[in-house]
Each structure stands twice: as C-alpha cells, then as structure tokens.
C-alpha cells in the first residue's frame, strides 16, 4: 500500500540519544483533512507587487515535496486553466520604509603617543533602519468552490545599518526572497503532514525513593547520557512496580514507550503522571505530541484511500 511507503519516509522512528534526553517522533498534521487528499492543484496568478515571484516560489516548492512515492501534487499552471482539486489564488505585496537616525558611541581619548587613555568622548555615527513588510493575501479554493485554506498574515523584517558597520545591508531582491520562503515554508506545513524529531529530556528528581532506589534512579539517568536507553529504561521498570504513584519514574516510563514506538503504553503512562499532577507540564506535552502523531497517520491514511 502507498501508506507503507510514506510512513517509512515520513514517519521513520528516530533513535539517537543526546544527553539526558530520549529522541522521539514530532508530527505536525496538515491544517485538515481536506487539504491532505488534494493531488492536483491549480496556480492561478498572483496579485500585487510580488505576487509573480511569490507563485513562483510556490510552485517550485509544491513541485519537490516527495516522501519517497513521487511528487505529492501535481502543479497546474493558471496558462492551461484545466482545473484540479483545487485552485490556488490571490495576491502578495512587499513594502519598505528606511528612516534615517543617528547612534551615540563612546571611544576613548588618545594621548599624544596615540595611546588610550582613561578619559572617555561620546560621538555620533548615522544609521539607517529598513522596515520591510510582505502582506499575503491566499486563498485555496475547493472545486465546488469551497474555501479549504487562507493566509493573511504580515510577515516583517527590520535592519539597521550604521557607518561604522562593515560588510553590506542585505539587498532589497535578497530581503523579498527570504519573506516570501517564509510564507512558503508555512504552506508546506500547513497543507502536508510533517514528521521532525525532538529530544525530550528525562525527569531526573529522585526525591521520595529510598536510598538505594534512588542510586538506581541516577544509575537509570546515567545510562541515557551514554547511549544505553534499553537499560535505563529496564531499571525504571523495576522502579514502577515498587513505585506506583513516582511521578518521575511514571513519565520516565511513558518517555520511553514514546522512544522506541509503543505510543499506547505511553500515552497511558502520561495519563498516569497527569492523574497524580495535573500540572506536570512534560507529561502534558507529550499527550500532545501523540495526538499530533495520531492525527498525522489519519491523514496518511486518508490519502492512501483516495
């Protein structure tokens, strides 16, 4: 099935170990379903002063998303206008504003044998400060018209430069590109399940364990510094039978369900944390990060039945 190909190129389970820290899955699903069963996809022409180079940019990049099964759309040219699933439109504009301004330094003053001494002068250097802006205005448009997806946002980017700074501003040409990947970069989150990895680090409070258990506890910890996570988690497995309500040792467990792909026995072990501590931020997080998980395999799933 074409959802065995993607979710080995996807969703392929890291596990490299830094530190105290266990490398798990991190998925970000697309905005929704809809978007995720899309194949063909027109590009209308865009609008505004750079809205040429902006549908550029995105078809270029819609064009090389492949997770190993070929590419994940097909990229209609508005010039054919023989419709898709759906149709992108709209436009992208770029304004810049410079203001002129000065900056106080201080240096100190020389002697006659162009030695500094302790007397300090304050001077003045001027600077010029750019303001860019890059305002989208996009719309994806289902073939029965519906609106599947939007982004009117304001993407921003400031410099400043002053005379006794080296080197270049970066040109006006240069500044446009790195806004409009911005944008770009979104879309492709935004319309296609993303799989990264994260390093989430391990609880390492001891405390309320007796003596022993806790030289285990640190032994645990140990092991995941130097690349020995099968072991760690072995002795915190010890530790769970003796200490059923050990927040730490719970979440440790539950991050090690996650770490080697059992997401049930994990999710069930951040339940547990929470049950004792609503408050306990990791085991929150990492109910999060499997929800986005699940919902990233749906979407998968969904695609490879259409």
Same mark, same amino acid.
């Given at each position: 099935?074409?959802?065995?190909? !993607?979710?080995?190129? !996807?969703?392929?389970?890291?596990?490299?170990?830094?530190?105290?820290?266990?490398?798990?899955?991190?998925?970000?699903?697309?905005?929704?379903?809809?978007?995720? +069963?899309?194949?063909?996809?027109?590009?209308?022409?865009?609008?505004?002063?750079?809205?040429?180079?902006?549908?550029?940019?995105?078809?270029?990049? !819609?064009?090389?998303?492949?997770?190993?099964?070929?590419?994940?759309?097909?990229?209609?040219?508005?010039?054919?206008?023989?419709?898709? $699933?759906?149709?992108?439109?709209?436009?992208?504009?770029?304004?810049?504003?410079?203001?002129?301004?000065?900056?106080?330094?201080?240096?100190?003053?020389?002697?006659?044998?162009?030695?500094?001494?302790?007397?300090?002068?304050?001077?003045?250097?001027?600077?010029?400060?750019?303001?860019?802006?890059?305002?989208? @205005?996009?719309?994806?448009?289902?073939?029965?018209?519906?609106?599947?997806?939007? $982004?009117?946002?304001?993407?921003?980017?400031?410099?400043?430069?002053?005379?006794?700074?080296?080197?270049?501003?970066?040109?006006?040409?240069?500044?446009?590109?790195?806004?409009?990947?911005?944008? +770009?970069?979104?879309?492709?989150?935004?319309?296609?399940? @993303?799989?990264?990895?994260? $390093?989430?680090?391990?609880?390492?409070?001891?405390?309320?364990?007796?003596?022993? $258990?806790?030289?285990?506890?640190?032994?645990?910890?140990?092991? +995941?510094?130097?690349?020995?996570?099968?072991?760690?988690?072995?002795?915190?497995?010890?530790?769970?039978?003796?200490?059923?309500?050990?927040?730490?040792?719970?979440?440790?467990?539950?991050?090690?369900?996650?770490?080697?792909?059992?997401?049930?026995?994990?999710?069930?072990?951040?339940?547990?944390?929470?049950?004792?501590?609503?408050?306990?931020?990791?085991?929150?997080?990492?109910?999060?990060? !499997?929800?986005?998980?699940?919902?990233?395999?749906?979407?998968?799933?969904?695609?490879?039945?259409?």
């Amino acid at each position: 099935m074409r959802i065995k190909g !993607l979710v080995l190129a !996807l969703l392929a389970c890291g596990s490299v170990v830094q530190a105290e820290t266990l490398r798990v899955d991190n998925y970000t699903p697309a905005r929704s379903d809809a978007l995720v +069963v899309l194949r063909d996809i027109q590009l209308d022409t865009l609008g505004g002063n750079v809205g040429q180079a902006m549908a550029l940019q995105i078809e270029d990049k !819609l064009r090389t998303i492949d997770y190993g099964q070929g590419p994940w759309f097909r990229v209609i040219p508005a010039s054919l206008a023989t419709g898709g $699933d759906a149709v992108f439109r709209g436009a992208a504009d770029i304004d810049m504003q410079r203001f002129d301004r000065t900056e106080t330094r201080e240096r100190c003053i020389k002697d006659a044998q162009n030695k500094c001494t302790d007397q300090k002068e304050k001077y003045e250097v001027s600077c010029i400060r750019r303001e860019f802006s890059l305002e989208t @205005r996009l719309r994806l448009i289902g073939r029965n018209g519906e609106l599947l997806w939007s $982004d009117d946002s304001s993407e921003p980017h400031t410099e400043n430069r002053c005379s006794d700074q080296s080197g270049y501003s970066r040109g006006p040409r240069d500044v446009e590109r790195l806004l409009i990947g911005r944008v +770009v970069a979104r879309i492709e989150t935004d319309m296609v399940p @993303r799989r990264s990895v994260t $390093d989430v680090r391990v609880d390492e409070n001891r405390r309320a364990l007796a003596k022993d $258990d806790a030289e285990q506890f640190k032994l645990a910890v140990r092991h +995941v510094r130097d690349g020995q996570p099968n072991e760690a988690c072995a002795l915190w497995a010890q530790l769970g039978e003796r200490y059923p309500t050990h927040q730490p040792t719970r979440f440790n467990l539950g991050l090690c369900a996650e770490f080697i792909g059992k997401t049930a026995d994990a999710r069930a072990r951040y339940l547990e944390v929470l049950q004792l501590n609503p408050a306990h931020s990791a085991a929150s997080t990492g109910v999060g990060r !499997l929800n986005q998980r699940e919902r990233a395999l749906k979407q998968l799933e969904l695609r490879d039945a259409g």
